[in-house]
């Protein structure tokens, strides 16, 4: 009867061994793979971001309503799409400089590889709207 019962452990300890390992084999390639994805979402996210980053940096209105120097937060929010080089982006990024904090909002899209900013505007730490323009929005169908 013992050696039946220590027969019994051993086939649930193999079985549970069994089952651990399929779950480390299945989930390592998807923990790689949502890995890869979300730094790929960031690249872009980033690449998109640039233009308006620039933007704000060197708006007046925005330095004097945070400071210099101006400072981009991460992550980056929103999102950004692109395909065979061309995408669009609605992003969100935090900015900051040493009298305060704001957000700024950005529209932009990518043609040939190059992102433009289409839409900015930036909301100040006291809650004001300011539109930027963007430096070039000749690449901007909307």
């Known amino acids: 009867m013992?050696?039946?019962?220590?027969?019994?452990?051993?086939?649930?300890?193999?079985l549970r061994n069994a089952l651990v390992l399929a779950v480390v084999l299945c989930a390592f390639p998807a923990l790689i793979l949502g890995a890869l994805d979300w730094f790929m979402t960031?690249?872009?996210?980033?690449?998109?971001?640039?233009?308006?980053?620039?933007?704000?940096?060197?708006?007046?209105?925005v330095v004097a309503s945070l400071g210099t120097p101006?400072?981009?937060?991460?992550?980056i929010g929103g999102w950004a799409h692109s395909?065979?080089?061309?995408g669009e982006a609605r992003l969100t990024i935090r900015l900051s400089g040493?009298?305060?904090?704001?957000r700024l909002m950005e529209i932009a899209q990518q043609h040939a590889k190059i992102w433009s900013a289409c839409r900015l505007e930036f909301i100040a730490p006291d809650?004001?709207?300011?539109e930027?323009?963007?430096s070039s929005v000749g690449d901007c169908t909307h």
């Not at 809650?127 to 300011?130: A, F, V």
Request: proline share 11%; charged share 25%; no cysteine.
């Open 42 to 61: 960031s690249a872009r996210k980033q690449a998109a971001a640039g233009p308006g980053i620039f933007a704000a940096q060197s708006s007046p209105a």
């Open 132 to 134: 930027l323009k963007p």
């Open 127 to 130: 809650g004001q709207r300011i």
């Open 83 to 86: 395909r065979h080089a061309e």
């Open 2 to 14: 013992r050696q039946f019962q220590e027969q019994r452990n051993g086939d649930r300890a193999r």
């Open 98 to 102: 040493p009298k305060g904090q704001g």
């Open 70 to 75: 101006i400072t981009p937060g991460w992550p």
